[in-house]
């Protein structure tokens, strides 16, 4: 047997002399459990890391086993007062039940109330009678290379060194390691190994030095931190995932510009010029023409008014589709096909947001899954992360107090209620399932009545805008009409709707889902009823009868333009609107509450950061930035700018306007899936209608980069279509029947495999379940025994005992 | 930094870095806090001994509900008065670096109040009862709470969770890791 210590050049002697009689101990005395793990001693037998991890708690098993072996020997030092009376101090002695701090914790002063304390204080005093100065001996087993095996070289130690952070133990016993590694003989390294281990230190240090300049610059970080200590991480997440999502957009941002807008900018376009002696009317160049010279007719009065309107010259900007061409763009002799490169950008663009989204969310969706299935700690991690660590203002104190007070009632209702679902009498069940159902259908007919409003006002703008003697006053209100009632409406309804779901009788947790849910489809619904406006302007085909555009839709020359204008200016009302109410409603709502001292106001005016209500502000910003990316390229760019100014509004609606919330805790990670699930819901929502006109709608003839097609769709064709004929060809192969059909059938060979895996683990972990619990009563079982006999042999040897001195003192 | 500096030298700085999770500079700053909490004693002795309650006016612990456990873990002493030393440690455990397994270990201690290795239900209660602060729950609600929370994870069956079975529940709880830090 080679003993670990036995192995370092610092052998105490006693504990070298409990070694062998430890090992004869084995053939003796064969029914101590423990003799034989005794024996065992970590190092011999594994290799490795797999050593390093186990040894701290080898440790702990071989001192149990030297309390055994004490026991039966008359002799050898032993002390009454340590011995267990009670199997549960058995119990702590088990590997299971250790962790590293039992082991490695030290004692200040000689404490004989606990057994483990008590041991390591012999020990100590064993290894001091041996003139050594080594206090942290256990750890220092663990730390300490086993030389016999292999010699320690300087990466080695590095690697321990760097490990003793994770250490529970105090700074001088750290400090002592440190020293006893550096002084302890090393090998040398050399050649490439030297030169890999240099490389790998260097590293480290680069990377403390990213970590310092890191924290420097990070943006947002101090306000996150206040965040997190006056409310907690879970709002402060909310945060982050603004800050998350402006960064998507700037880096969405800086493709298009840099395939897009950038090439525009600075290559010079040929478009062909209209001549009537050898083209149509109809024909690209003309229609292209036709517009140009529309849009220097329309002369709005100001510039002011044209900014306003988004109208005029800023038509003819990098700011709308209409102003891209249609024609390569040269640059001496570059060559750059802007219809083809604006397509597939922005097809990969989306493609990347996509994945973006999936990637930051698929932890947490998984986690989702797995919860939804039960398999999730709900108590237990309810109460052991249930406090924010990093909170330190009163009242945030107070208000977490309340939450989990508030949740923990709500984990013990939630039965009850479920108890009491079982039992509703029959009359009961018609009340609450009658007025979920009247309910339903009032949110749809205030769905309806939006909906309606909206399109009526829309219709009444446009009809009206035809005609042209208006005031430029007049003029701006019709423009701006459609954008005011939606935002008008998105501002409105929802608080209806927050009060129909509370007399719906939800769990708030549903509660909470069902507002969201609703909030966010209103909002689609009503940006629908502005596609669908616009849709039957542009859905008509072009008559025999129409120059450039249908005349009997009344499309408007680029309606392309003209769609991007009219989102343009929801985002503008939408964001105004949330700054105004913001500083101008919820600012004095917070004064209020605060300084008059009477209930009426403290109802009405306190307010708590709702993060779903702020959810859905941010959502939609990036719905319309996704919807209207195509026919606006800059809006990403735009939409980061706004998402950072929504930052600061934000951030002034939670510190400044509410309260810590008290009513609902939030948490961190689970709060985050949701964001990016909500996220991933608008994604879809807004690539629906994108991917629908691209397919279907006609691109107009006379301004953007896709004049002339057929679709928006079929320069994806084309372009294929000039594609190499070995990739045409190869494409064919993989999607004719002859491949995909097999591909198909082992797709879900695999899928029905893995299906059938995850029963049968399911079916383990069961079994599993039931072995470890007969296990522990095993244990609890045999432990008693334990005890009992070593009661039993305590009395019958306690004469011998008094006779002996133990053998530390007389070594 | 100068004055700042003063108080320790390079090496005592290097091995701070190597030995928590902190870099140089943090560990000033770690320094400059604990400095803020007594400026008259750290001022003359840079590792003084702080009692208990002058730790606890720190602004996160002193709104902790388990800010007194949590001096007494890492106070060399055990008594809950803790050095500077004693208090890097702890804003080491408690930093963003730290891995979760560090952190997993210390909160099992600080939630282990009669210090016998496994979190039995009178630990669990006390943990409860700290949580919910002001507000009361009655006797029935916390055995229901106890007993949930043991039928989660008491795997073994033996009434208690022990370390193994707590740092399975750290594990699976995703949101701990984000919860158990302390901003410098």
Redesign the interface.
């Known amino acids: 047997m080679v003993h670990r210590q036995g192995t370092g050049t610092n052998l105490p002697l006693v504990q070298m002399i409990r070694n062998l009689k430890d090992k004869a101990e084995n053939s003796s005395f064969s029914l101590n459990p423990f003799a034989e793990r005794a024996a065992w001693s970590p190092g011999t037998e594994m290799s490795g890391g797999e050593r390093k991890k186990r040894t701290p708690r080898g440790t702990g098993w071989e001192e149990a086993g030297g309390e055994f072996y004490q026991e039966s020997y008359p002799g050898a030092e032993l002390d009454l007062e340590a011995l267990p009376r009670d199997p ?1 101090y058995f ?2 002695l088990l590997p ?7 082991t490695t914790r030290k004692p ?1 002063k000689v404490d004989n109330k ?1 057994t483990y304390r008590r041991r390591t204080s012999t020990r100590q005093r064993n290894t001091n009678t041996m003139g050594q100065n080594t206090i942290p001996n256990d750890i220092q087993v663990a730390m300490m290379p086993d030389l016999s095996e292999n010699l320690a070289n300087e990466e080695t130690t590095w690697e321990e ?2 490990l ?3 250490m ?1 133990v ?3 016993q ?2 002592e390691i ?1 020293a006893k590694l550096l002084s302890a003989d090393t090998f040398r390294m050399q050649g490439m190994r030297r030169l890999k281990w240099r490389r790998r230190k260097l590293w480290e240090y680069l990377k ?1 030095r990213w ?2 300049f890191h924290t420097r610059i990070e943006l947002w970080r101090s306000s996150f ?1 206040k965040m ?2 006056r409310f ?2 879970a709002i402060t ?1 909310f945060f982050t995932f603004i800050k998350w999502l402006m960064l998507l957009n700037i880096v969405v941002a800086l493709i298009i510009s840099s395939f897009i807008i950038l090439p525009t900018a600075v290559m010079e376009e040929r478009e062909e010029e209209c001549l009537p002696t050898n083209q149509t009317s109809t024909s690209i160049p003309c229609c292209s023409q036709l517009y140009m010279e529309h849009n220097s007719s329309l002369a709005a009065p100001s510039a002011v008014f044209e900014v306003l309107q988004g109208s005029g010259w800023l038509d003819r900007t990098l700011l709308f589709y209409g102003y891209y061409t249609y024609t390569p763009l040269i640059n001496g002799s570059i060559y750059y096909d802007l219809p083809v490169a604006y397509v597939f950008t922005f097809m990969s663009v989306f493609l990347l947001c996509f994945f973006t989204i999936l990637k930051s969310g698929s ?1 947490g969706f998984k ?1 989702r899954l797995i919860e939804s299935e039960g398999q ?6 309810l ?12 009242k ?3 208000a977490k ?2 939450a ?2 508030l949740e ?2 709500e ?2 209702e939630q039965e009850r209620r479920e108890d009491d679902k079982k039992n509703r009498s029959r009359d009961e069940c018609c009340r609450t399932l009658l007025t979920r159902l009247s309910m339903k259908i009032l949110v749809k007919l205030i769905f309806a009545a939006a909906s309606s409003l909206i399109y009526f006002t829309i219709q009444f703008a446009y009809t009206e805008l035809q005609t042209d003697d208006y005031t430029d006053e007049y003029r701006l209100l019709l423009e701006y009409m459609p954008a005011l009632s939606i935002v008008g409406v998105n501002l409105v309804v929802p608080n209806i709707l927050h009060y129909l779901v509370t007399l719906e009788g939800y769990s708030p947790l549903n509660t909470q889902r069902m507002v969201l849910l609703r909030n966010l489809l209103l909002r689609f619904s009503t940006i629908c009823v502005l596609l669908v406006s616009i849709h039957s302007l542009v859905g008509c085909s072009i008559g025999p009868n129409d120059a450039c555009v249908s005349h009997s839709c009344r499309t408007p020359l680029c309606w392309e333009t003209f769609a991007a204008q009219q989102i343009l200016k929801i985002v503008v009302v939408d964001f105004l609107a949330q700054i105004g109410i913001t500083f101008f409603i919820n600012f004095p709502r917070m004064l209020l509450a605060r300084h008059v001292r009477c209930k009426l106001t403290k109802v009405m005016c306190l307010q708590e950061f709702d993060i779903f209500k702020h959810l859905v502000d941010v959502v939609y910003i990036q719905f319309l930035v996704w919807l209207s990316s195509f026919i606006m390229p800059l809006m990403p760019a735009l939409g980061a700018l706004l998402l950072f100014v929504l930052f600061y509004v934000k951030k002034f609606a939670c510190m400044v306007n509410s309260m810590p919330s008290s009513t609902t805790l939030y ?4 709060s985050t899936s949701l964001y990016l699930l909500v996220l991933l819901g608008t994604f879809f929502a807004a690539m629906g209608p994108v991917i629908f006109a691209a397919v279907t709608l006609e691109p107009s003839r006379s301004c953007g980069p896709l004049r002339g097609q057929r679709t928006y769709a079929s320069l994806v064709e084309s372009t294929y279509r000039s594609f190499p004929t070995w990739i045409q060809n190869g494409a064919t192969i993989i999607t004719s029947s002859t491949v995909a059909f097999p591909t198909l059938v082992f797709l879900w060979l695999l899928f029905y495999y893995y299906y059938i895996l995850t029963r049968e683990n399911r079916q383990m972990v069961i079994v599993l ?1 039931k072995q ?2 007969l ?3 095993d ?2 079982f045999l432990l008693n025994r334990l005890s009992a006999f070593i009661k039993q042999h305590q009395e019958r040897h306690k004469p011998a005992r008094s006779i002996d001195p133990p053998i530390a003192n007389s070594a | 930094m100068g004055q700042k500096c003063s108080q320790f030298t390079e090496e005592e700085l290097q091995d701070y870095q190597d030995l928590t999770y902190f870099t140089k500079k943090e560990v000033l700053q770690v320094h400059q806090k604990f400095k803020n909490l007594a400026p008259e004693r750290v001022g003359h002795n840079r590792n003084a001994k702080l009692p208990m309650n002058k730790v606890l006016q720190y602004p996160e612990l002193r709104v902790n509900p388990f800010g007194d456990r949590i001096c007494k873990i890492f106070s060399s002493s055990h008594d809950g008065d803790c050095t500077f030393e004693d208090f890097l440690d702890m804003m080491s455990v408690f930093s963003e670096t730290a891995p979760t397994a560090v952190k997993a270990e210390h909160a099992f201690r600080i939630f282990d109040f009669d210090g016998d290795d496994m979190l039995g239900v009178a630990d669990l209660r006390e943990v409860i009862d700290r949580l919910i602060g002001p507000h009361r729950l009655t006797d029935s609600e916390m055995a229901y709470l106890v007993q949930n929370m043991l039928a989660e994870a008491d795997l073994d069956d033996d009434g208690a969770l022990s370390f193994a079975e707590f740092e399975h529940v750290i594990d699976k709880s995703p949101d701990f890791s984000s919860v158990f830090k302390i901003h410098l």
Not at chain 1, 96 to 102: C, D, G, H, I, L
Not at chain 1, 376 to 381: A, D, E, L, M, Q
Not at chain 1, 383 to 394: A, K, N, P
């Open positions: 549960h119990a702590t299971s039940k250790q962790n590293r701090a039992a200040s606990a060194m760097m003793i952070k994770a529970p105090t700074m001088a750290k400090k440190k403390v970590k310092e931190q997190d200590g907690g991480p997440s932890v986690e999730y700690y709900k108590f237990c991690s109460v052991f992360s249930g406090w924010d660590f990093c909170l330190h203002s009163d945030g104190t107070s107090h309340k989990l007070f923990m009632k984990h013990i948490r961190v990670r689970k379940k470890l619990v296990e522990g009563h244990k609890q």
